[in-house]
């Protein structure tokens, strides 16, 4: 133990010098009682706030009875939970999991298994786009292909091409006789809130359909209502193979999903794939009350409309501060600001003013808040981040006096 890092964590986070005690809606509260408006959401996860009652009632209730019994049995939750999730999409079937990059993992191990139960072992390869991030595990940095996640890792895992993003031709001239599917998020989050356009995600379905390879769209960020659709591909009018999620579903319990059609699951069949705790009566018993609250007649018409008006006084700001803020980008309740000041500096201006937000790749600000947020939120946002600009100016002004 050292005196500068007595800290027994792993010192993989560079962690803001903050702890919260509880939260409430969209709001969190410090050790010391500050309250803090949260905009970060725990990284686009809590997509009900904190402590919504719903889930704290489901939550508890379910911790009085049972939690854990593993896959050996039926476990009812997981039953009702994926037939609501495959009544509400394109899915037949789902699998669940504990994380966003196990739903990748098993999207990614599905693909593959469809081709080789379909006679083709030999089509095995993924194709993803620069910008990509699909999790952290060795095949998710892989899938990602950003150098930056994959320094030091030993040998890139084997499957994986990369394509520029929202370029058809490059997409074509990389697909060959190995290539098993294409892998997309409908916006990248981590990336920097970028969108693919509506065309693009056509153009995916359509050389898919005629090269019989599987589509997958990672939206582990972009689902669960967070665009103002219940997943972000709706809005381009074309359905995936296979669909990860995880964040949004649990609202802050862990929990993942890999949604398919019965065709492209059929090869994950008894033993082939497998999780100890994946769908446990606990975070189901969450799962289903999200699905509650997100299924709600006008639920999706209201993250809609704070997402428009949220994005209107995100660019009346733009006006105000052109030296800060460059662009705002995204789509719903998952927004972001392009900035032109590096935006950890800025993240630790907005801290000051007791808003929290989330970095992004791109020099991104990403405005991710509960679904459940309301135009006052916004206001008080704008606000903060408005001080947060101005008292950057200030610092700039004095530093070139
Ligand atoms: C967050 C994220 C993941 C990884 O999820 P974890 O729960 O951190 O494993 C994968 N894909 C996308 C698009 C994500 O945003």
């Known amino acids: 133990m050292t005196e500068q890092n ?29 309250r803090y408006l949260d905009f970060a959401g725990g990284i686009a996860v809590n997509s009900l706030g904190h402590a919504h009652p719903h889930l704290v009632k489901a939550l508890a209730e379910q911790a009085g009875k049972l939690w854990h019994t593993s896959n050996l049995y039926r476990i009812p939750g997981q039953e009702r939970l994926a037939r609501r999730l495959a009544d509400a999409t394109f899915a037949d079937v789902v699998f669940f999991t504990n994380s966003g990059v196990e739903a990748v993992e098993c999207a990614i191990k599905m693909a593959r298994r469809f081709h080789h139960v379909e006679g083709h072992p030999e089509r095995f390869r993924i194709i993803t786009f620069e910008g990509a991030f699909h999790g952290r595990t060795l095949a998710g940095i892989a899938a990602g292909g ?54 693009f995600l056509r153009a995916l379905r359509r050389i898919c359909d005629e090269r019989g390879l599987l589509l997958i769209f990672d939206e582990v960020q972009t689902g669960v209502g967070r665009t103002g659709k219940l997943f972000a591909h709706e809005w381009a009018g074309v359905t995936p193979d296979i669909m990860p ?10 929990v993942g999903a890999c949604l398919a059609t019965a065709r492209a699951a059929k090869g994950l069949v008894a033993g082939t794939h497998g999780s100890t705790f994946g769908g446990n009566p606990l975070a189901m018993a969450v799962g289903n009350a999200v699905l509650d609250e997100v299924l709600k007649p006008g639920f999706l018409e209201h993250v809609q409309r704070m997402g428009n008006y949220a994005k209107q006084q ?22 972001g600001l392009k900035m032109k000041v ?25 405005i991710v808040p509960p679904l459940i947020v309301e135009e006052h939120h916004v206001r008080e946002a704008v606000m903060a981040l408005s001080a947060a600009a101005r008292a950057l100016e200030t610092a700039k002004q004095k530093a070139a006096e």
């Open 6 to 34: 007595a800290s027994a964590l792993v010192p993989a986070y560079a962690r803001a010098d903050i702890a919260f005690e509880r939260g409430e809606g969209a709001y969190l509260f410090d050790e010391k009682g500050e």
């Open 146 to 199: 950003q150098q930056k996640h994959l320094d030091g890792f030993g040998p890139k895992v084997d499957g994986f091409d990369q394509v520029p993003f929202g370029d058809v031709k490059a997409l074509e001239k990389a697909i060959g006789p190995a290539t098993a599917a294409l892998m997309i998020e409908p916006i990248q989050g981590e990336g920097g809130l970028r969108p693919a356009d509506g065309e």
């Open 245 to 254: 999620i995880a964040k949004g579903i649990g609202s802050g319990f862990p």
């Open 314 to 335: 995100l660019a009346g700001l733009i006006a105000e501060h052109p030296d800060v803020f460059a662009e705002v980008r995204g789509q719903g309740l998952m927004l």
């Open 342 to 366: 590096p935006n950890t500096e800025f993240l630790a201006a907005l801290r000051k003013q007791h808003m929290l937000a989330v970095g992004g790749g791109d020099n991104v600000v990403r």
